[in-house]
């Protein structure tokens, strides 16, 4: 491993290279909004450094809780950073190559640009440029407050689309070919930022896996900032907040998930699981983040697509799963008032289910698999060219009930499957084909604006469906995709 030194207009920065690609961790594109001058603010630009900025070092994440059962406190309040992965030769002087700005998930609570599997090597060693992009979550990101602006998680993400565009060249990087891609939460930001006019010609291709199409309306928000105010004993402003230490404020974060459980008090948000959510402001967003991006949408050419079995991810590792009942599931459909006999048709797709597989099949389309066919619609409808995939790998990993799950796709896409942190969710012996075809297939969506596979129609409807053997079908599902025609996301 070497270092390498880049001169840029905001100053020296000083990467690591190695397998022929230089990395750049750590880059500050927002002042520290953690600091009580600039809390709860719209992102302030960082500017220029001093000294040399040594970007040597993965960087911690924003303030968030762990995972698991022990709520502990994760990262660390400090500037808002990127991480950059170029190949070893790039620069300002040559061709610029294409951009890919990756957006983590996490529910909106969580998100992290370091982690290992969303390492940019194997991208940059296929001359396209990585960038990932840490931003605000939780109370600091999408708590509603009536003396702040909302979503600030957005605008944060916004500023570091405008830092690309600034700053990006001086890498070796082309502003006018910048891919947005993301999973998740990070996929539901990406829908976001199509629907925004605030976002418009900071990007000029995007991917979602697995956008969740969730928000708050301003009621909904306000009465979860109260209530979890009075969990804290505070007031439900933004000095009653910034007065909670972070440890107490994430542990609260996972509490407040919890309340919001309680279906006969919260209704529709209880099926969600989470409390933190873009908030329908009419400034990013208005109606929904679906309803906005039905109405605007950039003209750029996109992918959209989910996991075969995304629900198996919250279901699976804590066995509830096995202790799903009729009614629950009952109670589920009732509150989704779908088209048709809903229970017969998720019977029918697959005979041999448990109720809990068929709870985990109906949660998997009314959380993800759904919303991805949705926006397609409604991009096609806006003059969009768009293509639909469907990840249906079934991952060894939780004693072989993981599945097709949530997350499972990343590693797949990044070419990182056999990181410590990718074991977990593909198993020991992942198929280095289908990594090959992902990575490549989004390699290939980067620099050229297309794929190996049709174009989504409506009369037809072809996927790609990625597995050991992929292979273009058509309409995936049809029967229970027909039940959500008519869903008012």
Do not use: C
Request: hydrophobic content about 40%; glycine content about 8%; charged content about 20%.
């Amino acid at each position: 491993m070497t270092t390498n030194e880049l001169n840029l207009s905001l100053g020296k920065v000083v990467g690591t290279t190695q397998d022929s690609v230089t990395a750049f961790y750590d880059i500050p594109y927002a002042k520290n909004p953690f600091t009580s001058e600039l809390r709860f603010k719209a992102p302030q630009t960082y500017g220029k450094w001093d000294n040399t900025l040594d970007a040597t070092n993965i960087g911690l994440p924003v303030p968030q809780p762990s995972r698991g059962r022990n709520v502990e406190l994760v990262g660390a309040p400090g500037d808002l950073t990127l991480n950059i992965w170029i190949p070893e030769n790039s620069s300002a002087a040559i061709e610029k190559r294409p951009v890919m700005a990756w957006i983590p998930g996490g529910a909106f609570i969580r998100e992290d640009a370091g982690e290992e599997v969303y390492n940019g090597t194997s991208f940059a060693q296929n001359d396209v440029i990585v960038v990932t992009i840490n931003y605000r979550v939780g109370v600091d990101g999408f708590m509603h407050f009536k003396n702040a602006p909302d979503n600030r998680g957005i605008l944060d993400q916004i500023m570091a689309l405008e830092w690309i565009q600034d700053h990006i060249a001086e890498f070796g990087g082309d502003p006018d070919n910048v891919t947005l891609f993301g999973q998740s939460a990070g996929a539901e930001s990406i829908a976001i930022l199509l629907g925004t006019e605030k976002a418009d010609g900071l990007f000029h291709r995007a991917i979602m896996q697995s956008p969740p199409m969730e928000s708050l309306t301003k009621q909904e928000a306000e009465r979860i900032t109260l209530n979890f105010a009075q969990q804290l004993g505070v007031a439900a402003t933004t000095d009653g907040i910034a007065s909670v230490p972070f440890p107490e404020l994430v542990s609260t974060v996972i509490d407040m998930g919890k309340t919001i459980q309680n279906r006969d008090d919260w209704g529709m948000i209880s099926w969600g699981g989470t409390a933190f959510l873009p908030v329908v402001d009419n400034n990013i967003i208005t109606g929904s983040p679906m309803k906005n991006l039905a109405n605007h949408a950039s003209k750029v050419p996109v992918i959209v697509g989910s996991t075969d079995q995304e629900a198996r991810l919250y279901q699976v590792p804590s066995g509830a799963i096995d202790r799903v009942t009729k009614e629950q599931t009952d109670l589920f459909l009732k509150d989704l008032s779908l088209n048709g006999n809903p229970l017969a048709a998720y019977n029918q797709q697959n005979k041999e289910a448990s109720i809990g597989d068929i709870f985990v099949n109906i949660q998997s389309d009314y959380t993800f698999r759904m919303p991805a066919v949705h926006i397609a619609e409604h991009l096609l409808n806006n003059g969009n060219e768009v293509w639909h995939f469907n990840f249906s790998w079934f991952s060894p990993a939780f004693g072989g009930r993981l599945g097709a799950a949530h997350f499972v796709d990343v590693p797949f896409v990044f070419n990182t499957i056999k990181s410590d942190e990718a074991k977990g969710f593909v198993g020991t012996e992942p198929p280095q084909s289908l990594a090959d075809t992902m990575h490549n297939e989004w390699i290939q969506f980067a620099k050229f604006g297309t794929v190996s596979w049709t174009p989504y129609t409506l009369d037809t409807r072809p996927t790609m469906q990625f597995n050991n053997l992929s292979e273009q079908i058509n309409d995936p599902g049809k029967a229970t995709r027909k039940l959500w025609a008519k869903y008012d996301y």
